[in-house]
């Protein structure tokens, strides 16, 4: 970390969520760029500076707030037509970091993404499709606006929406097979291919490699190809997990010797009954377990829904709620009917399950919050809108990979934490440093030994004023106390009085010098030289001319 008092002041400034609009402008010049991230991309702005910084020359402003969590879509969907291409693929890769569910862009922003052809005339780093290719994989286009997609007005996105050919009902399907336009019909019948047996068996590569694996997994087996896989005892794990493999070759892997194809076979939605009750008497837990956990009639999404939070192998009863996350929603969810059930159920995996859905009704949010089993009341701290701010707490005290994404969320307490001042973690003794509702300044935090606890005590707001302008002299706390958002707004715009001064000082400076070396570099020929030796050329030039 830099000791540059001017440095350490710009960056706090910045970072203070009580610094008005007029401070904030001033940080937009060229001699406050080091502190554009925090600016412009790590907190939230006011309105008048959005405009501002929506409209500033510098691409480096805009590319940082197009991917601001902290603003809402509608206000960085307004540089989808920025005149450079990489401000338009910061907006459609997403807010960084990438932290539990992303807000879905509107609907009129990605069709324009989704849409927008090349500007040949402009010489651009990145073509639209690559920009595309950004906003497919950034969670910033909801499963709705996919859906609504097969039905647009725009032949575009109904050819895009063909990729979803998996997903789609028989009816979708023919919808798409009978476009009225060519291209969508080209489209829907080449993704027709991959739910025909004999077209797949075709393209199937004999070599092991990722497209094989995906064929397996996912598309259409013909019995031929089952019973080859079968015979050579290899991509049986593939075959358990499709959808589409063949009846016979389902029961046939009922009775694999391995069993985690014994497990994905259990999981299956269109398992037999008398092979589900075989299952269930399994002689591997894992198989047992995953047979018993999901009662008949099934579907496919139900089983995704418990795989995402349980994983996919024999004798797993699932990751834990720190690794899994918040979750986004699948293309096709469950009802939120069948998460209601999985909350009841007297299995602690279901409740994980129905934990991990954002749709629950406040009822069961309440009674899953009073969980004996802590990875269920994590998982709903992470993925519920209701959650109480109690297991919100509890989840970012146990879980520290998750902390990054909790403190994103309103949810998080920030007032009522004096008894985590003294906590052993130092994340956790940061988030108590930084409450302002504490009974008195948290003075002893000044003297912590790690540098985020100090910052989150020098911000305290509780701190007297005295304190706080002591603190900006000193480079451990200089950067938290000008993020105290106790200070006046003259403090502030003193404090980039200095700061900028002294930036505009050091630039002449280093332009001076460069200059200086310029023109030293154009003498460097002569100054080499021997003085005597330059005045007997002259004779000669002299005698020659």
């Known amino acids: 970390m830099s000791s540059d008092p001017a440095e350490l002041w710009l960056r706090g400034v910045a970072a203070n969520p009580a610094a008005p609009s007029d401070v904030l402008l001033r940080l937009l010049s060229e001699q406050a760029r080091t502190t554009w991230t925090i600016l412009c991309e790590e907190r939230e702005l006011p309105a008048d500076v959005v405009e501002a910084v929506l409209a500033h020359p510098e691409r480096a402003i805009r590319r940082r707030f197009a991917r601001n969590r902290h603003a809402a879509a509608e206000q960085r969907g307004r540089l989808v037509n920025d005149v450079d291409a990489l401000v338009r693929s910061a907006l459609a890769s997403g807010p960084r970091p990438r932290l539990g569910r ?94 025909d047996p004999t077209a797949m068996e075709k393209e199937l590569p ?29 991509d049986l794990w593939s075959l358990a997990h499709n959808p589409h493999t063949p009846g016979d070759a389902v029961t046939r892997l009922a009775r694999d010797p391995d069993p985690d194809v014994r497990e994905r076979v259990a999981a299956r939605a269109d398992l037999d009954p008398v092979l589900l009750a075989e299952l269930a008497q399994d002689p591997d837990s894992g198989v047992r377990t995953r047979a018993l956990l999901h009662p008949l009639p099934r579907t496919w999404p139900e089983r995704a ?50 934990a991990s859905c954002h749709r629950l009704p406040e009822e069961l949010v309440h009674r899953l919050a009073g969980d004996p089993e802590a990875d269920v009341r994590h998982l709903l701290a ?56 504490l009974a008195r300044p948290p003075l002893h935090l000044l003297a912590d030994p790690e540098p985020r606890v100090r910052r989150a005590a020098a911000a305290n707001p509780l701190l007297p004023l005295d304190v706080i302008s002591s603190l900006l002299d000193d480079p451990e706390h200089a950067e938290g106390a000008a993020a ?37 570099r154009r003498r460097s020929p002569l100054s080499v030289r021997n003085p005597s030796s330059v005045h007997r050329r002259r004779p000669c030039m002299h005698a020659s001319a």
């Open 102 to 195: 992303v807000e879905a862009l509107p609907d009129e922003i990605l069709e324009h993404l989704l849409t927008v052809q090349d500007d040949d005339s402009t010489g651009q780093l990145l073509t639209a499709d690559e920009i595309r290719q950004e906003l497919v994989v950034s969670g910033q286009i909801s499963p709705a606006f996919r859906r609504r997609a097969l039905n647009h007005r725009v032949a575009e996105l109904r050819y895009q929406a063909t990729g979803l050919w998996l997903w789609l009902t028989p009816g979708q399907r023919d919808a798409l097979l009978s476009d009225p336009d060519p291209a969508v019909r080209e489209a829907a019948l080449r993704q027709s291919r991959l739910l």
């Open 206 to 234: 004999e070599e092991s490699c990722h497209h094989r694996g995906l064929l397996l997994t996912n598309y259409a087996v013909s019995h031929a190809v089952a019973a080859q896989c079968l015979a050579d005892r290899r």
């Open 305 to 354: 829904a418990i795989d995402r939070i349980i994983g996919h192998t024999a004798g797993n009863t699932g990751h834990t709620a720190e690794i899994i996350g918040a979750v986004d929603d699948m293309i096709v969810e469950p009802p939120t009917s069948w998460y209601e059930t999985c909350a009841a159920s007297t299995n602690p995996l279901l409740r994980r399950v129905a």
């Open 382 to 437: 992470y993925n519920h809108p209701l959650a109480p701010p109690a297991i919100v707490l509890d989840a970012f005290i146990a879980t520290p990979l998750q902390r990054p994404y909790l403190l994103t969320l309103p949810r998080l307490p920030r007032t009522g934490l004096h008894h985590l001042l003294d906590h052993d973690d130092p994340d956790v003794r940061a988030l108590a440093a930084a409450d302002a509702g």
């Open 484 to 520: 105290n958002p106790g200070l006046p707004a003259e403090r502030l715009h003193g404090l980039l009085d200095l700061s900028l001064m002294a930036r505009a000082g050091a630039d002449r400076l280093t332009a001076c010098t460069r200059t200086g070396l310029r023109r030293g």
